[in-house]
């Protein structure tokens, strides 16, 4: 079956805001008294912000600010880190490109939407997807499969027929659990993660893509 639309991440893949995170966490969470700097825990990498915070909260338990708080705090800092520090990540907009050259491109990532617009605007793409979409909107964040769900919705394509652009493990997991194709471009610390193995197709970088690939799988 051939595919007809694809749905990118955001985070880690088109946008090289992962580090931008992992600051503002450092800088935020260590002032509450979470030693997130010297944990090495990559178990957050792809959840929803509010998974997050309560992913600290219930192993570090802080007095003070609330975690709506600190959620906030969060998407203001890296917002900010992402106007003054961040670049599209190689081979992006050619991504973009080949893929739209192919059918309906969506956006779905695990940031809030406000953030999502915020960084679109920085980088001028607002106007490369059909449709964009956040977990902010879904009972469950990834590994689930429902902001995938919802973006194959949005553009009236069948799930199967969706090719996914994913970083990180959690987003290899929602988009297999949706029944779709999918691309993972991990870092190299993340390549040997198990959920890799799953993806139909693993590159170091959006910029080994190739249009053979593609229309091999949009024929």
């Given at each position: 079956?051939?595919?007809?639309a694809?749905?990118?991440?955001?985070?880690?893949?088109l946008?090289?805001?992962?580090?931008?995170?992992?600051?503002?966490?450092?800088e935020?969470?260590?002032?509450l008294?979470?030693?997130?700097a010297?944990?090495?825990d990559r178990s957050?990498?792809g959840m929803?912000?509010?998974?997050?915070?309560?992913?600290?909260?219930?192993?570090?338990?802080?007095?003070?600010?609330?975690?709506?708080?600190?959620?906030?705090?969060?998407?203001?800092?890296?917002?900010?880190?992402?106007?003054?520090?961040?670049?599209?990540?190689?081979g992006?907009l050619?991504?973009?490109?080949?893929?739209?050259?192919?059918?309906?491109?969506?956006?779905?990532?695990?940031t809030?939407?406000?953030?999502?617009?915020?960084?679109?605007?920085a980088?001028?793409?607002?106007?490369?997807?059909?449709?964009?979409?956040?977990?902010?909107?879904?009972?469950?964040?990834k590994?689930?499969?429902?902001?995938?769900?919802?973006?194959?919705?949005?553009?009236g394509?069948?799930?199967?027929?969706?090719l996914?652009?994913?970083?990180?493990?959690?987003?290899?997991?929602?988009?297999?659990?949706?029944s779709?194709?999918?691309?993972?471009v991990?870092t190299?610390?993340?390549?040997?993660?198990a959920?890799?193995?799953?993806?139909?197709?693993?590159?170091?970088?959006?910029?080994?893509?190739?249009?053979?690939w593609l229309?091999?799988?949009?024929?």
């Amino acid at each position: 079956m051939s595919l007809r639309a694809t749905l990118f991440d955001m985070d880690g893949l088109l946008i090289d805001s992962e580090i931008l995170w992992h600051r503002a966490e450092v800088e935020i969470f260590g002032s509450l008294g979470v030693p997130i700097a010297r944990s090495g825990d990559r178990s957050t990498k792809g959840m929803y912000v509010n998974q997050v915070v309560t992913y600290w909260f219930e192993r570090y338990p802080w007095a003070g600010p609330s975690r709506d708080d600190v959620v906030e705090l969060l998407l203001s800092r890296v917002g900010e880190l992402v106007e003054t520090n961040g670049r599209l990540l190689p081979g992006a907009l050619r991504a973009i490109d080949l893929t739209s050259e192919r059918g309906p491109v969506a956006l779905a990532s695990s940031t809030p939407l406000n953030l999502i617009k915020r960084c679109l605007r920085a980088f001028d793409l607002e106007s490369r997807f059909t449709s964009v979409h956040s977990a902010e909107f879904e009972p469950y964040g990834k590994p689930h499969p429902g902001v995938f769900l919802s973006a194959a919705a949005s553009l009236g394509i069948e799930p199967d027929r969706c090719l996914v652009f994913e970083d990180s493990a959690a987003g290899v997991l929602a988009g297999k659990a949706a029944s779709m194709t999918v691309v993972a471009v991990p870092t190299p610390e993340d390549r040997t993660q198990a959920a890799m193995a799953l993806a139909d197709l693993l590159l170091a970088s959006l910029e080994d893509l190739t249009p053979d690939w593609l229309d091999s799988r949009f024929a």
